[in-house]
């Protein structure tokens, strides 16, 4: 794999005609192991003269924020440095020239922003449901299962088993374990073909790491924030609302909040993430679990705007449906409210109508009477729906997943509790993974302490 990584760094430096195999904007792991491993077997299968490189569809200073892709491709000896990333290649100069074909994996829909690229799209491999209306008219292979980078297994099974080496074998197997939560049939996200392939590779690599050893591993990686600033913690797991101009973000920090608020420079900090992204509101929910393997769910409000800041913190605070049972935790600045949560099943999802609710009622208290919305000290963006972040990651759409399944859900993961594939495969996220975590160590904690008496 790194001769071939090398070689697709040095197909860039040539002026010549490119196949790259795309991944989506979330880029998490299944998404760069699809488009590794995919173009790395079209590379082996192909006339020498057609190129195909690999394409991580993120900036290269965002792959931090995606623990377990970081600590899987140093466990498998693949450097980071031979990767190529959206920043680095001119997709659309490429078009322009007619040098340009499209191979998407993991998604089979292009944002606005590369709409031109469209006709350049010769192949789709992707295991979510279609949107037709979305689909580039090409050959579009797509099969609900647990995992894309089965998909790109099953091909490379069927056409060229002689190409595996236990390096790409081991990035395909670790990734279809996490995606389907270690094959657990009870969780019910491993489709059969993802079991099957998975045994397959064992099979051909009996040396493969143990199931639970490289599940175990890697869920630890996507959660560690250990090595991240402040600035990338908050954009590791963000959602965005506005409401009449009034841009809030709501980021997912995965540590205590009395952690998060010690550390150094904090309100510089959130000040420059407010700029940098144009938001006149931040909205921090920390999670992290206790000793006993319960979650614990704190929030830190920084907005600069006192009169924003305190209908926020109003409409919070008075919540009976639901109820956050919030109690004010000790002041570090005037213009960031801390609480701790007692009630700790209301998870991200839940707490968004709040704080749309809370942008509402601000926005309606400053009407004029001419009906217009005064908007001078906030932000003139105007969304009015719920965007991912950079950091949404794991799995990743983190920019086209949503938090949780839209309801009514399917069990294809450990989130729901209706019949299998009936809506087709969900959307996950750290944060909804840590909420069913939450609830299945609760359940065997109920279990074992019935069974005692």
Known sequence: MEDYLQGCRAALQESRPLHVVLGNEACDLDSMVSALTLAFYLAKTTEAEEVFVPVLNIKRSELPLRGDSV?????????ESLLIFRDEIDLHALHQAGQLTLILVDHHALPRSDAALEEAVAEVIDHRPIEQKCCPPCHVSVELVGSCATLVTERILQGAPEILDRQTAALLHGTI??????????????TLKDKNCVEKLEA????????????????????????????????????TISRQGIKMVISAIYMDLEAFLQRSGLIADLRAFCQAHSCDVLV????????????????AIFCPHAALRMTICGVLERSSSPSLN??????????LQAYLQGNTQIFRKKLLPLLQEALSAYSDS?????????TAGVSGEQVDKELDGAGALLFP??????????????????????????QGLPKLSAEAI????SQISLSQSTTSSVSKK
């Open 366 to 374: 400053k009407a004029t009477p001419s009906g217009q919305h005064e």
């Open 434 to 437: 840590f909420e069913k975590c």
């Open 71 to 79: 600590f899987f491709l140093q466990k498998i000896h693949i450097p």
């Open 326 to 335: 919030l109690t004010p935790a000790p002041s570090i600045h005037p213009n």
């Open 284 to 299: 921090a929910m920390t999670i992290f679990f206790n000793t006993h393997n319960e979650p614990v769910r704190h929030l």
């Open 397 to 422: 759409r983190l920019s086209q997943d949503e938090e949780e399944p839209s309801l009514p859900p399917t069990p294809m993961n450990s989130l729901v509790d209706e019949c299998p594939l009936d």
């Open 204 to 239: 051909l690599f009996p040396d493969l790491p143990e199931r639970s050893d490289i599940f175990d591993s890697l869920q630890k990686a996507k959660f560690d924030v250990s090595g991240l600033t402040t600035e990338q913690m908050l954009r590791k797991d963000q959602k």
């Open 177 to 190: 374990i996490l995606d389907c939560v270690n094959m657990d049939l009870k969780i019910g996200k491993a």
